[in-house]
């Protein structure tokens, strides 16, 4: 079993960034095959944003956010990152981070069906 809890949610202005942590528990985070963060905003699917696997050997990323995040894993901590620059308004939603105990290949990195584990979520606001 894995406990994914997130962080680091809050409001930010348009342009500016916010860093968002996920701390894993129950396995060591170097065991966990492929970490990813989705988003779901009001009255909306939740989404793909990038996903992560076991020694950062493949990154992917949503189109809609390539080129301003930034998922970083540090095993020492046991901890997953999301780096997220250059914000805008309809960046704002629930950022969750999901665990896959497979390793993901990019065609399903973005399907949430093969992710196991889900945090609960913290919320992003970005104000323009």
């Known amino acids: 079993q894995v406990l994914l809890v997130e962080s680091g949610g809050g409001l930010a202005q348009a342009g500016g960034s916010l860093r968002l942590s996920c701390a894993a528990s129950?396995?060591?985070?170097?065991?966990?095959?492929?970490m990813a963060w989705f988003r779901q905003a009001l009255g909306k699917e939740r989404e793909f944003v990038g996903a992560v696997t076991r020694r950062d050997i493949t990154t992917y990323y949503a189109d809609s956010v390539k080129g301003r995040f930034t998922i970083s894993r540090d095993n020492a901590k046991n901890t997953v990152y999301l780096q997220m620059n250059s914000l805008k308004p309809e960046g704002t939603a629930i950022y969750y981070c999901a665990a896959s105990k497979v390793v993901l290949a990019i065609p399903r990195m973005s399907a949430q069906s093969w992710y196991d584990y889900w945090g609960q979520g913290t919320q992003v606001t970005v104000s323009s």
């Open positions: 129950g396995r060591t985070l170097s065991s966990i095959a492929t």
